[in-house]
């Protein structure tokens, strides 16, 4: 390594945010999509879509806060605006694929390892659309054997965060999928960034490393926006606060009949 990379330069202060954000914004799109699941066929894509976003920006914002760690040698560290929200596109965009999937095929085994092979691709293409927005003197390389590791890493997360949504429609089990989920995320950034190395350019910096923290919290305004959009909106659902809706693919209940209940026909006669 020619150059000294510290992905702590605020000690555990960046880590913790990071996946305290991932976990907030996983918890919240696994809430949509277990609405999704459980909602009219009417109302499932904007469920999923607001799920995504939630996602997409949990993991973004995640990304960013464990950037804010980063200090590369003497190097000064900026971001181009426009390659970072176009990152945050991408990452919205294919971590909705995802849950697409997931909400219209993860009921089988088959549609639920597709979705989860794809959400933690989502995960991926987040870490490595945000790493071409750093601009630095120098030139920084990843490894690949490591960006391979933090794929695996995310897919199997993901996949596991899915199944738990896909399965199960109480809280208690969200709480353990949304973490899970922002585990996947915050551990394919570190163990992607664990592979990177700086080669500095000729020009010489000024002996003192630079954490980019002044240029990136002006961009954590709008995700973090919709990720308080999608709480307040969950806020108000039904679902949440115990009142059940109709099931999208109601199931009549072994050994009964689909018909009127003897209670109710006598109360008709």
């Keep these: ?34 609405r999704a699941l459980h909602q009219r066929p009417a109302f499932r894509p904007g469920w999923l879509t607001l799920g995504a976003a939630a996602i997409g920006c949990g993991m973004w914002i995640s990304h960013s806060v464990a950037m804010m760690g980063l200090s590369v040698g003497d190097a000064h560290l900026t971001y181009d605006e426009d390659r970072a929200f176009l990152g945050l596109g991408v990452t919205i965009a294919v971590v909705g694929v995802g849950l697409f999937v997931a909400g219209y095929f993860g009921r089988s085994p088959a549609g639920l390892g597709a979705a989860g092979v794809i959400t933690g691709a989502g995960v991926a293409a987040g870490h490595i659309a945000g790493m071409t927005t750093v601009h630095t003197t120098g030139r920084l390389r990843p490894d690949l054997a490591m960006v391979v590791l933090s794929v695996v890493v995310a897919v199997a997360a993901a996949t596991v965060a899915l199944r738990v949504a896909v399965r199960s429609r109480t809280v208690r089990s969200h709480l353990v999928a949304g973490p899970v989920l922002a585990a996947a995320v915050t551990g394919a950034h570190y163990t992607a960034m664990h592979g990177l190395s700086y080669r500095p350019s000729g020009a010489a ?20 926006f919709v990720l308080l959009l999608t709480a307040f909106v969950l806020s108000l659902d039904p679902f949440v606060h115990g009142v059940e809706t109709p099931r999208a693919d109601p199931s009549p209940v072994p050994g009964q009949g689909t018909g009127t209940s003897p209670a109710l026909r006598g109360s008709q006669l």
């Design 1 to 34: 390594m020619a150059g000294e990379i510290d992905g702590f330069t605020y000690g555990a202060v960046t880590p913790t945010a990071a996946l305290l954000m991932a976990a907030l914004g996983s918890s919240l799109g696994v809430r949509c999509l277990t």
């Design 205 to 224: 910096g000024d002996g003192h490393s630079h954490p980019s923290v002044p240029t990136l919290l002006p961009l954590l305004t709008a995700p973090v």
